[in-house]
């Protein structure tokens, strides 16, 4: 996503991938994207976005030598963003796009070492009289006059100089620098994540985020065992998450009596699967009180002994909400190089210690039977322990880090 941007660009054209293809829901779809980009950009000063001939754009003020850099950098977090393009922009004439373009390249030879070009044009509006591959040639040939040291390489150019030919305005630009694409925040719903310090669930919760859909959090601990800095940490990694989603809400829930009472009255080997359990039930509880339509988990199938698809059955009999699984075919290298790209995985891998390591049996059973579970469940007054639970949480505001 880094990229150095040339001085004389002050536009970002930035394109929407799927949003495009939204046929009558577009302008929703695009409002919601337009919405979400202007929320991100109220901080920097003379910086603003809008729709113009069917695109978005972002403008900064020239005259503030605006540094585009950390502009980008907040654009390509917003979802449904596919590439953005630093952009010169100039009046839809033949003259008037040469200069601009001669600009633009004594601009690249400098700050770039540009050596050859190639220009590429397109006409969005068909009522421009000149054809494409003409604005090519033209726009070339004016370039070749006004950068003396350029050479024309059609086949391997130092620079691919795009020309976009508009109604009103044209723009000239050379990258396109690709965001995360997805569907803008708050088109698709919203969901309770159980977010626990590791490296799966945050992954896991930005995939949903990406898909458009707004993000609510459960995190468990089992203080004293669990210690203060644990939680810090998982804030802190929340902050990182909600750099993408925005700020959000975090329950925070004391698992440790529920551990206790199972450690006491249930079989060790099922103590992973019933904590699991119970930590469902009460996320769904969560859930519905805050009107999330669904469960996220950073679950991954055969990951660990909690994840073998016997315990992701018994696991999912606890709730009827639908519980979305992101990560569930990936294998824990390709989530980790995504932890790392959306830079949650540093803080992920603190070593701190987690409510679920608590109370760890020797030997989990991989293979638990649902009757088997429920027998001990009802050894338990499940029902009073989870309005325990839920009386008990503390929510902390979750804001972008
Ligand atoms: P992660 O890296 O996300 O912690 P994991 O591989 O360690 O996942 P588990 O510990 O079995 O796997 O947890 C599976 C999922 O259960 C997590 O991805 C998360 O969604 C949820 N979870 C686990 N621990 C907690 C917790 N302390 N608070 C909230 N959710 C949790
Ligand atoms: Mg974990």
Same mark, same amino acid.
């Given at each position: 996503m880094e990229q150095k941007s040339l001085n004389s660009e002050h536009i970002l054209i930035v394109r929407c991938g799927e949003v495009a293809l939204k046929g009558t829901n577009k302008p929703y779809f695009e409002r919601m994207l337009l919405d979400r980009i202007k929320k991100l950009l109220k901080k920097f000063d003379g910086v603003q976005a809008y729709r113009h001939e069917g695109l978005i754009f972002v403008r900064a003020d020239k005259e503030l030598n605006p540094d585009l850099k950390p502009i980008i950098r907040e654009v390509g977090k917003v979802f449904g963003v596919a590439s953005i393009s630093p952009a010169m922009e100039s009046e839809s004439n033949m003259e008037a796009i040469g200069r601009t373009a001669v600009e633009y390249m004594l601009r690249a030879i400098e700050e770039r070492g540009v050596k050859t070009f190639k220009v590429e044009a397109k006409r969005a509006d068909k009522n421009v009289p000149v054809k494409s591959p003409d604005i090519s040639r033209q726009i070339g040939a004016a370039v070749l006059k006004g950068c003396k040291v350029l050479k024309v390489d059609v086949h391997d150019p130092d620079c691919r100089l795009f020309v976009d030919v508009r109604h009103d305005l044209s723009y000239i630009y050379q990258d396109k620098i690709p965001g995360y694409g997805g569907l803008p925040l708050g088109t698709n719903g919203k969901g309770m994540t159980l977010l626990s *310090? *590791?490296?799966d669930s945050p992954v896991a919760t930005w995939m949903m985020a990406k898909r458009g859909m707004l993000i609510e959090a459960v995190h468990f601990h089992s203080y004293p065992y669990t210690s203060q800095r644990a939680q810090e940490k998982v804030e802190e990694l929340a902050s990182l998450v909600a750099t993408y989603c925005g700020r959000f809400k975090m329950h925070v829930i004391n698992l440790l009596p529920i551990q206790e009472q199972i450690v006491q009255n249930c079989p060790e080997e099922e103590t992973t699967i019933l904590v699991r359990r119970f930590m469902m039930r009460i996320a769904e509880r969560l859930a519905k009180d805050t009107g999330c339509d669904m469960l996220i988990t950073g679950e991954n199938l055969g990951q660990v002994a909690s994840q073998t698809a016997e315990a992701l059955v018994v696991t999912d009999a606890s709730v009827q909400m639908p519980v979305m699984r @992101? &990560?569930? *075919?990936?294998d824990k290298v390709d989530i980790m190089d995504l932890a790392q790209e959306i830079g949650t995985y540093e803080k992920s891998i603190e070593p701190y210690e987690d409510c679920?390591?608590?109370? &760890? @049996?020797?030997h989990p059973a991989t293979k638990p039977k649902l009757d088997r579970i429920l027998h001990s469940e009802s050894k338990l007054d499940c029902e009073t322990l989870i309005e325990a639970a839920v009386a008990s949480e503390e929510i902390i505001e979750i804001r972008p880090a």
């Open positions: *310090g *590791g490296i @992101p &990560l569930i *075919g990936m679920c390591t608590v109370f &760890l @049996p020797k």
